[in-house]
Each structure stands twice: as structure tokens, then as C-alpha cells.
């Protein structure tokens, strides 16, 4: 069958992002060992990407370049927050510049953050996804096409390769 919404999806694939001199540098991949499987059209992954696997079937090979925009967005220079360090100092964690930290916002929803500066009374974090202004290229093949189980659809998401893998 032809990948559309509703169906699961095993594939393999490679992700590079460009340099802004144009070269490639890897990032990670996923290969028939241990591919990757979702459930198509459940908002699960980047809408582009999707989109460009539209109609594949299994063996099909792909590859596509998505602007940042259409990835993981640009990067936004205000997307900056300084955080009292007492919070840190309450948790007992103390970060170093350049770990990514979990954080939530009021709302409770969860984020990851770059730590770019510390000082005596402050932690500066980048609330930009570590991938924002990147151009993201991802090649691979199609491993499984096949249509989601009654409750992979209840659950808004796909139970491994063959359906059986619930949770
Ligand atoms: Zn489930």
C-alpha cells in the first residue's frame, strides 16, 4: 500500500543539516536494525516531511531538503530568558554553559533550553530548538507500509513494526 494517513510507517533514514558554507554535517539516523515507525498524519512529525513521503511504498528510497522554516524554524534572537539562579540553587543542580536543560513554563508544558550564560545571580537560556535555522536534509528507504490498528488509532500512535509492540 502507498503511505497515507492512517498508516504506519517503518523507514530508515540519515539527517544532515547544512553549514552556512553549504557543507553537510551528519546528525543521526536510523537504519532497518532499528528503523524509525510512526503513525502517518498524526501530527507526530514535522508536517514537510510528511508530506514529502506521500504515496511512497515499501522499498521506495527517498531524499529531501527541508528549508528551516519548513524544519525546525528560524532562529528567533528573542528567544532569550534569564532565570533567577535560585532555582537551580533549590533543585541542588547546578548547569554549565552549553548543557540543554528540561524546563517547563507555567502552563506545564515541557521544553529543552541551551545554557549560554552564567553569572552570580542569573542562568541565560536559548529557548530556540537546537535544530531552528537549520536546513534539514534526510535520505532513506521505506521499509513498512501498512495500515494502523484500531488501537493504534485510539492511541494516536504506532505499536512498532507489526502492530504488537502496545503501550
Ligand atoms: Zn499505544
Redesign the pocket.
Known sequence: MNISPNSVVALTYELHTTTPEGQQVFVEKANEENPLVFLYGAGMMLPKFEEHLANLKEGDEYSFELSATDGYGEIDPGAHVDLPIEMFKDAGEMPNVGDVIPLQDNQGNHFRAGVTGISETIVSVDLNHPMAGKNLIFAGKILVVRAATE??LN?G?A?GVDGHA??
Request: zero cysteines.
Open positions: 488501537e493504534e492511541h500512535h505499536h502496545g503501550h
